[in-house]
Each structure stands twice: as structure tokens, then as C-alpha cells.
């Protein structure tokens, strides 16, 4: 299993359907029929032991032990299984993280310090084990960054510093680029070009690190996972007037996840890398496949689950994808941006009173987190002009408005469908928030 800070999915759903009471919806019989038949969940296929070489037969029995309890979504398990291998000379590193992954709490790994401090201690010579602990502080990218160029620099032929560093820069890249999305939105062009600019170069970094980890050790499947990482982020950073670029890219990625899904045939983390290179490819179906088998190997994965039902909403198997943005919401419960991706499944299959709800719960995770709270407004708006029209209800239309003019207030970034609901709800032409 690989580090677990691997690719997020990137959220961004459509608006929820703006649907006049004046248009006929399909009957639910023929939604019933455009939507495929729900399809059972693949089995996983079995896991190996990354860097199995230095844990003896009962070890490594007890490390697939581990993440056969973490699939079935016992963590206690997990971890009492991880007791030994947590003890082995020299380190199994991939027992250490996962043992980090189940430990993380809200507040990241900052409990576990003094655990690595004192293993670090132990094995001063050991640039496993400073990975370990600099993954423990759960510090910012940047620093993150540094602690695993210092333990590169400490052990060159060590391959986990490496991986680490790839990993790290590509995370890096990823929310890079996620700031750039939000400066374009803003409409700050230059700003967003130099954070474009900035992420191309941390993700190129990203693949140079990777490249010297396959380098060091070429049967380790995480070794090739980061490099795949790292070419899945490029593929989304490669401009849109580089086709060709894209296109090469892309495909070197799909190469290295397949060596390293060859190497560890189950580990979700590949899987899921290997489908977002192959959505963007168009390969819709075959992404499908790649993300039931890894929800199959990590069925309590809210990133895996939001990809698997965003696949499915884009493959218009409507039911299938409204079950499974319900299984990526029971995954993490406060998130609320899958709260408005649920909402708008419900709303896609014309269930206004649920969508709403959903909206609603949304907007109240928005109001106490950090996120894009815009995104509940416009599904609000959305549901209670449809719902105040279908019911002849003045009050929803009145809750609607004011949901309108907080969207606006909060900067929601799509003028246009703010000034057709403002002229559609008799507001008039939408102007500036003062």
C-alpha cells in the first residue's frame, strides 16, 4: 500500500438542473430504463506486501490480515494485527502507514510525534524513519517537502524518501492548481497563470523524484505508484493547447500504474489514480471497472466513492450513482460539498423533496467549515423554485430570493445563472453586490 496522499478527486459539481414547471420531465419508467441495471461490486483482488522482503511468512500474513480489517471496516482489528510488524528491524514501512492512516484524527498526526520521535531515536542512521516522523508532524506541504529532502539526503539509495518527496510534490501541485481554478473563477488571470506555472513545476519535480525511486527499487509498487501519481497530476496540468502533450502523457501514466497494479493488483490507491487518467482519456467504462474494484478493496473511502459516483452521474446510470453518492456521504458525513453532489443526483432523478433536504443539511456544514458555500445556495435556489412552482407555495419562491441575493453576497461565481433565476423570480437584472 502506498502513502495514502494520494490523487484527490477533483470536486467540482455541475449545477443542479434548473427545470421550469413548464417542462415535461421524462417519466420515471423511461429514467428507469436509461439507467443500467445496478451491477453487483467487483471483488478485490488480492493485495501483496509492499517491501515484503524483510518481514519473515507470519508478518507478512499479518500485514494482508490488517487490510483485510480495514476493508471490512474494523480499524481496531486493523491495528491489533499491525502490533508486531510495528516492532520489525529494519522497518516495514508500509505497516507504519498504514498504522499512521488509521490513527489520523481531525487534527491530523500530531499525537503520534512522540512515537516517532523515539523511533528515530532508535534508528538515528535510518532515513525510513525520519520519513516517518516528518509524516507524523503532519506539517504544511513545504515543510513536508523539506523533513523528506533532508532524509533523501541522509540515505540516497533509500527509496521510501523519495516516494515520500514525489508524493508530497505532487499534493503540492494539486493545490496549486486548485488555487489557480479559484483566482480564474475571480477573474484574476495573471495570478492564476503563475500558480498554473508554479504546480506544472512542483508536478515535474514530483515525476523526477518518482523516476529515482523506480530507479532504487524497481519491484516496489509504490515506488511506480508515486510516478503514476505524479503523471496523473501532469496529465490535468498540461494545457489545453497541448494535445499532444496530453495525450503523451497520459498514456505513460496508464503504462506505470499498469506496472505497478502488476506489482499489487488491489491497492484502491493505483485504482483510482489509474481511473481519473482514464476519464480523462474518455474511457468512461473502463474507469468504471477500475473504481468498483477499488471501492471493492476500499469500500470506506470517501475520495474513492465520490470518483466512483461522479463516474456513474457522467455515465447517466442515475440510481447506481444516487446509491453511491449516499455510500461516499455515510463515508464522511460533514462533508458538505458531497452533500450538494447527493442533492444533485436527487434532483437528476426528479426527487425535489430529498435533494432539498440535502441542500439544507449542506448549507449548515458550509456555515460552520471552510468550503464554497455558494455551492448549497444555488442547489437551494434550485430546488425551492422548483418545488414553489410545482406546489404554487409564494413562500418557497420567497425563500428562494433570498437564497439568490445571499449567492450573490457570497460570491458565487456564475453571474449568468444568477441573473436568469433574478429575472425568472420577477428580482429583475442581478448587479453587483454593494
Not at 91 to 117: F, I, T
Not at 235 to 262: C, M, N, Q, T, Y
Request: charged letters at 30%; one cysteine or more; aromatic letters at 4%.
Amino acid at each position: 500500500m502506498g502513502p495514502s496522499a494520494s490523487g484527490e478527486c477533483s470536486r467540482g459539481p455541475g449545477a443542479p438542473p434548473t427545470i421550469r414547471p413548464v417542462i415535461r420531465r421524462l417519466p420515471a419508467l423511461l429514467l428507469a430504463a436509461l439507467a443500467s441495471a445496478a451491477c453487483g461490486r467487483s471483488a478485490a483482488p488480492p493485495r501483496s506486501v509492499p517491501d515484503g522482503g524483510v518481514l519473515d511468512e507470519a508478518l507478512r500474513q499479518r500485514y494482508l490480515r490488517a487490510l483485510e480489517e480495514v476493508a471490512s471496516g474494523d480499524p481496531v482489528g486493523a491495528a491489533k494485527a499491525l502490533g508486531p510488524l510495528l516492532r520489525a528491524r529494519p522497518l516495514h514501512v508500509p505497516s507504519h502507514l498504514l498504522h499512521q492512516d488509521l490513527a489520523r484524527g481531525e487534527k491530523g498526526l500530531g499525537h503520534l510525534d512522540g512515537e516517532y520521535v523515539s523511533l528515530a531515536r532508535e534508528l538515528p542512521r535510518s532515513a525510513d524513519a525520519d520519513v516517518l516522523l516528518v509524516r507524523a508532524r503532519a506539517a504544511s506541504p513545504e515543510e513536508r517537502i523539506a523533513g523528506y529532502q533532508g532524509a533523501a539526503v541522509k540515505d540516497p539509495a533509500a527509496p521510501w524518501p523519495r516516494i515520500a518527496l514525489a508524493i508530497a510534490r505532487t499534493e503540492l501541485a494539486r493545490e496549486l492548481l486548485r488555487r489557480a481554478s479559484a483566482k480564474e473563477r475571480d477573474g484574476f488571470a495573471e495570478e492564476a497563470k503563475r500558480l498554473r506555472a508554479e504546480a506544472r513545476a512542483s508536478a515535474d519535480r514530483a515525476r523526477t523524484e518518482a523516476e529515482r525511486a523506480v530507479a532504487l527499487a524497481p519491484a516496489l509498487s509504490p515506488a511506480h505508484g508515486a510516478l503514476g501519481h505524479a503523471l496523473a497530476a501532469a496529465v490535468e496540468l498540461a494545457p489545453p493547447e497541448g494535445d499532444k502533450e496530453r495525450r503523451e502523457v497520459r498514456g505513460r501514466a496508464l503504462d506505470v500504474l499498469g506496472k505497478a497494479l502488476s506489482l499489487d493488483p488491489g491497492d484502491p490507491a493505483l485504482l483510482l489514480d489509474r481511473a481519473l487518467v482514464l476519464r480523462d482519456a474518455g474511457d468512461m467504462e473502463g474507469a468504471a471497472r477500475d473504481l468498483e474494484t477499488a471501492a471493492a478493496a476500499a469500500p470506506r473511502d470517501p475520495r474513492i466513492l465520490a470518483a466512483r459516483a461522479r463516474n456513474l452521474s457522467d455515465l447517466r446510470r442515475l440510481q447506481e450513482a444516487t446509491d453511491a453518492w449516499r455510500e461516499a456521504v455515510d463515508a464522511a458525513p460533514g462533508d458538505p460539498d458531497l452533500r450538494v453532489d447527493l442533492g444533485t443526483a436527487l434532483a437528476a432523478s426528479d426527487r425535489w423533496p430529498q435533494a432539498l433536504a440535502e441542500f439544507r443539511l449542506a448549507d449548515r456544514l458550509y456555515a460552520t467549515a471552510k468550503g464554497e458555500r455558494w455551492k448549497a445556495r444555488r442547489g437551494l435556489v434550485t430546488a425551492l423554485v422548483q418545488m414553489g412552482f410545482d406546489e404554487q407555495d409564494p413562500a418557497r419562491l420567497a425563500e428562494a430570493r433570498e437564497h439568490l441575493r445571499a449567492y450573490r453576497e457570497e460570491g458565487g461565481p456564475d453571474a449568468g445563472w444568477a441573473a436568469k433565476e433574478a429575472e425568472f423570480l420577477g428580482e429583475g437584472p442581478a448587479g453587483p453586490p454593494e
